[in-house]
Protein backbone atom coordinates (compact mmCIF):
# COMPACT_ATOMS: atom_id res chain seq x y z
CA UNK A 1 0.00 0.00 0.00
CA UNK A 2 0.96 3.55 -0.91
CA UNK A 3 0.20 7.17 0.03
CA UNK A 4 0.55 9.52 -1.89
CA UNK A 5 0.68 13.32 -1.06
CA UNK A 6 0.95 16.17 -3.71
CA UNK A 7 2.07 19.70 -3.14
CA UNK A 8 3.28 22.91 -4.61
CA UNK A 9 0.51 23.94 -7.05
CA UNK A 10 -0.86 27.59 -7.41
CA UNK A 11 -1.42 30.58 -9.18
CA UNK A 12 1.33 31.58 -11.50
CA UNK A 13 1.58 33.88 -14.86
CA UNK A 14 2.29 32.50 -18.31
CA UNK A 15 6.21 32.05 -18.74
CA UNK A 16 6.24 31.62 -15.10
CA UNK A 17 7.73 28.23 -13.28
CA UNK A 18 5.98 26.10 -10.25
CA UNK A 19 7.64 22.69 -8.79
CA UNK A 20 4.68 20.54 -8.29
CA UNK A 21 6.43 17.85 -5.08
CA UNK A 22 5.00 14.04 -4.14
CA UNK A 23 5.36 12.20 -0.90
CA UNK A 24 5.19 9.14 -1.14
CA UNK A 25 4.90 6.91 2.02
CA UNK A 26 5.97 3.00 2.01
CA UNK A 27 9.72 1.34 1.94
CA UNK A 28 9.36 -0.04 -1.33
CA UNK A 29 9.24 3.59 -2.89
CA UNK A 30 12.42 3.00 -5.34
CA UNK A 31 10.70 -0.07 -7.13
CA UNK A 32 7.53 1.90 -8.29
CA UNK A 33 7.46 3.59 -11.41
CA UNK A 34 6.28 7.11 -10.74
CA UNK A 35 3.75 9.49 -12.74
CA UNK A 36 2.37 12.79 -13.11
CA UNK A 37 -0.67 13.47 -14.88
CA UNK A 38 -3.23 16.34 -15.05
CA UNK A 39 -7.13 16.87 -15.34
CA UNK A 40 -8.71 20.38 -16.56
CA UNK A 41 -12.38 20.80 -16.28
CA UNK A 42 -14.37 19.42 -18.82
CA UNK A 43 -11.66 17.19 -19.70
CA UNK A 44 -10.30 13.61 -19.53
CA UNK A 45 -7.42 12.81 -16.86
CA UNK A 46 -4.22 13.27 -19.28
CA UNK A 47 -0.94 11.78 -19.24
CA UNK A 48 1.85 14.69 -18.13
CA UNK A 49 5.76 12.66 -17.32
CA UNK A 50 6.62 9.48 -15.92
CA UNK A 51 10.09 7.75 -14.30
CA UNK A 52 11.01 4.15 -14.41
CA UNK A 53 12.04 2.94 -11.20
CA UNK A 54 15.82 3.36 -10.59
CA UNK A 55 15.98 -0.58 -9.98
CA UNK A 56 14.78 -0.71 -13.70
CA UNK A 57 16.49 1.03 -15.68
CA UNK A 58 18.24 3.70 -13.85
CA UNK A 59 15.05 6.03 -14.16
CA UNK A 60 13.98 6.69 -17.49
CA UNK A 61 11.69 9.42 -18.42
CA UNK A 62 8.80 10.12 -20.67
CA UNK A 63 6.54 12.77 -21.55
CA UNK A 64 3.97 13.88 -23.09
CA UNK A 65 4.68 15.86 -26.13
CA UNK A 66 2.73 19.52 -25.32
CA UNK A 67 5.63 19.29 -22.05
CA UNK A 68 8.38 18.26 -23.61
CA UNK A 69 11.00 20.39 -22.80
CA UNK A 70 9.38 22.54 -20.78
CA UNK A 71 8.72 20.33 -17.87
CA UNK A 72 11.02 17.82 -15.95
CA UNK A 73 10.54 14.62 -13.40
CA UNK A 74 12.72 13.64 -11.19
CA UNK A 75 12.69 11.20 -8.13
CA UNK A 76 14.90 11.30 -4.48
CA UNK A 77 14.40 7.75 -3.55
CA UNK A 78 16.21 8.67 -0.17
CA UNK A 79 13.32 11.44 0.08
CA UNK A 80 10.54 8.64 -0.95
CA UNK A 81 9.27 11.72 -3.60
CA UNK A 82 8.95 12.54 -7.22
CA UNK A 83 8.54 15.92 -8.47
CA UNK A 84 7.47 17.97 -11.54
CA UNK A 85 9.80 20.96 -12.60
CA UNK A 86 7.94 22.90 -14.48
CA UNK A 87 8.64 26.00 -16.71
CA UNK A 88 7.42 27.79 -19.78
CA UNK A 89 4.28 27.49 -18.05
CA UNK A 90 1.31 28.43 -20.60
CA UNK A 91 -2.42 28.96 -19.28
CA UNK A 92 -3.08 25.37 -21.29
CA UNK A 93 -1.18 23.93 -17.79
CA UNK A 94 -4.20 24.85 -16.29
CA UNK A 95 -5.39 21.86 -14.55
CA UNK A 96 -5.31 19.58 -11.56
CA UNK A 97 -1.81 17.92 -11.39
CA UNK A 98 -2.02 13.86 -9.83
CA UNK A 99 0.76 12.21 -9.13
CA UNK A 100 0.68 7.89 -9.66
CA UNK A 101 2.60 4.88 -8.75
CA UNK A 102 2.19 1.71 -10.07
CA UNK A 103 4.18 -1.03 -12.05
CA UNK A 104 3.61 -0.29 -15.65
CA UNK A 105 4.77 -3.45 -18.38
CA UNK A 106 8.39 -2.68 -19.09
CA UNK A 107 8.36 -4.16 -22.76
CA UNK A 108 6.86 -0.46 -23.84
CA UNK A 109 7.10 2.82 -22.93
CA UNK A 110 3.86 3.90 -23.59
CA UNK A 111 2.71 1.71 -21.13
CA UNK A 112 3.84 4.76 -18.61
CA UNK A 113 1.59 7.29 -19.97
CA UNK A 114 -1.42 4.74 -19.36
CA UNK A 115 -3.93 5.66 -16.85
CA UNK A 116 -4.71 1.74 -15.82
CA UNK A 117 -1.06 0.91 -15.44
CA UNK A 118 -0.89 2.85 -12.24
CA UNK A 119 -2.22 1.91 -8.52
CA UNK A 120 -2.11 4.18 -6.43
CA UNK A 121 -2.98 8.09 -6.78
CA UNK A 122 -2.92 11.41 -4.96
CA UNK A 123 -5.68 13.47 -4.25
CA UNK A 124 -4.38 16.48 -7.05
CA UNK A 125 -2.98 19.84 -7.08
CA UNK A 126 -4.23 22.75 -8.68
CA UNK A 127 -2.41 24.68 -11.30
CA UNK A 128 -3.56 27.78 -12.64
CA UNK A 129 -1.94 30.04 -15.15
CA UNK A 130 -2.63 33.16 -15.58
CA UNK A 131 -2.46 35.10 -19.41
Known amino acids: QVQLVESGGGLVQAGGSLRLSCAAS????????MGWFRQAPGKEREFVAA???????????YYADSVKGRFTIFRDNAKNSVYLQMNSLKPEDTAVYYC?????????????????????WGQGTQVTVSS
Open 51 to 61: ITAISWSGGNT
Open 26 to 33: GRTFSSYA
Open 100 to 120: AAGFPPTYSGSNYSIIGSYDY
